[in-house]
């Protein structure tokens, strides 16, 4: 069984910074991709940023030049350094990873969501 657990989130105001890890645990042999995705009211859940296992990188229009997603594979876990933010980045902030447990089954884990909140 693996976990995805989320921390980091909180109430900023505009213009602060927060920084998001979720950390994969369990029965892992690889992870490969993971990402970070976010739910505001209304809205559908939206990509913000992706990783490769290799580094590359994805990031949504409105948060390039802002957010950074990085990840320490030794770890299984991946970071989202959040700058400038906004009021419109207000969200559930969910992590997601693409991963094979130890039976070579893949699977696609989602965390279970963190809330940032950055007020005017």
């Known amino acids: 069984q693996v976990q995805l657990v989320e921390s980091g989130g909180g109430l900023v105001q505009a213009g602060g910074s927060l920084r998001l890890s979720c950390a994969a645990s369990?029965?892992?042999?690889?992870?490969?991709?993971m990402g970070w995705y976010r739910q505001t009211p209304g809205k559908q859940r939206e990509l913000v940023a992706t990783?490769?296992?290799?580094?590359?990188?994805n990031y949504a229009d409105s948060v390039k030049g802002r957010f950074t997603i990085s990840r320490e594979n030794a770890k299984n876990t991946v970071y989202l350094q959040m700058n400038s933010l906004k009021t419109e980045d207000t969200g559930v902030y969910y992590c997601?990873?693409?991963?094979?447990?130890?039976?070579?089954?893949?699977?696609?884990?989602w965390g279970q969501g963190t809330k940032v909140t950055v007020s005017a």
């Open positions: 997601n990873a693409d991963l094979y447990n130890f039976a070579r089954e893949f699977f696609r884990n």
């Open positions: 369990g029965s892992i042999f690889r992870v490969n991709a």
């Open positions: 990783i490769s296992s290799g580094g590359s990188t």
